[in-house]
């Protein structure tokens, strides 16, 4: 059994909804995080007797030889997450997603971690003309982002042995509703226009953006902890639920919120187009999504109207690259 798991970010999007369910679920939980968006992301489950959280850079290896030992499991969650982040800083960017990563694997290791779930991202692939795009696909990714995500896992590859098993996720964009609320991917970005301003703007509207909801990426986190080690060790899997156009997301999102929503549809110079299969996950490990985009629009249109999400349009914490330039992280 994996009873101790360290998850790295787990005060991020992500991370906000995944560490209460695991600790319902009975894990102890420590998690690694600067806590860039606030200290209060897991305000819910503060004082939780198998919670520890500690105020960290996975780029401290000394802290890493603290926190490690005793854990049977580590999510690796914390990155600079997604492509204008990345380059806000590219130095930084490398600094976190790919020069900490073989240290913290090497010290997981060493420290007797049984297990190294590390999210990738689906951004690996690049473009494709394929109607279905699955893990045996060559990967070509298009930025340094996707790059470095790419380049973590080959080195976690060479690290897979009997007492150290290691899974790699492909996750889509993820949507709906957290602790930690990011407004700055597709779906909460649609609806949060649509709920505070009455207008969606979609730019181009043709290109396939797939996406999975956030408890449904949460449930899958679960799923590869408790998996019996000969089902999941050394694979990789893709994971997302639906592929809409862009335009296709607006008009659920507005189908949602209300008639009275009007759609822009204005050009763009990305015409990127994903369409992920998720067969393999499903077939290999029975695990299939089962929330929709409409139930991760309906999540934000109530703690919006709950004032669970104040000041959404313009507050910081929402948006990554707004709150990376405040803190000046280095």
Wanted: charged share 25%; with cysteine; aromatic share 6%.
């Amino acid at each position: 059994m994996l009873k101790t798991v360290l998850v790295t970010g787990g005060a991020g999007y992500v991370g906000s909804a995944l560490v209460p369910r695991l600790l319902a679920e009975g894990f102890a939980v420590r998690v690694l995080d600067l806590y860039l968006y606030g200290e209060d992301v897991l305000q819910a489950v503060k004082g939780h007797p198998h919670l520890t959280e500690i105020k960290g850079d996975i780029r401290d290896q000394e802290l890493l030889r603290k926190v490690l030992p005793g854990c049977d499991a580590v999510i690796h969650l914390a990155c600079i997450s997604n492509d204008p982040s990345f380059e806000l800083n590219p130095a930084l960017g490398k600094s976190i997603n790919f020069d900490a990563f073989r240290p913290l694997v090497e010290i997981a290791r060493e420290s007797g971690v049984q297990r190294f779930i590390y999210a990738s991202s689906a951004s690996v692939y690049g473009v494709k003309d394929a109607p279905e795009v699955t893990e045996e696909m060559s990967l070509e990714p298009l930025t340094d982002y996707s790059k470095y995500k790419a380049m973590c896992e080959d080195v976690l590859r060479t690290y897979e042995s009997p007492s150290f098993t290691t899974v790699i996720v492909r996750p889509t964009t993820v949507c709906g509703y957290a602790p930690r609320q990011r407004l700055d991917v597709i779906v909460n970005i649609l609806t949060n226009h649509a709920v505070h301003t009455g207008k969606i703007q979609v730019h181009g509207g043709e290109q396939k953006r797939p996406n999975m909801h956030i408890h449904d990426t949460v449930e899958l986190y679960l799923l590869l902890l408790q998996c019996p080690r000969e089902l999941v060790a050394g694979k990789t899997f893709n994971a997302n639920f639906e592929n809409h156009t862009v335009r296709q997301l607006a008009e659920l999102v507005r189908g949602v919120v209300g008639p009275h929503v009007t759609l822009e549809i204005v050009p763009t110079i990305d015409n990127r187009s994903y369409h992920v299969s998720s067969e393999k996950i499903a077939r290999e490990l029975g695990f299939r999504p089962k929330r929709t985009i409409e139930d991760a629009v309906r999540e934000l249109m109530q703690a919006f109207q709950s004032g669970k999400l104040p000041n959404a349009l313009t507050d910081s914490r929402y948006f990554n690259i707004k709150r990376m330039q405040e803190v000046k992280l280095r």
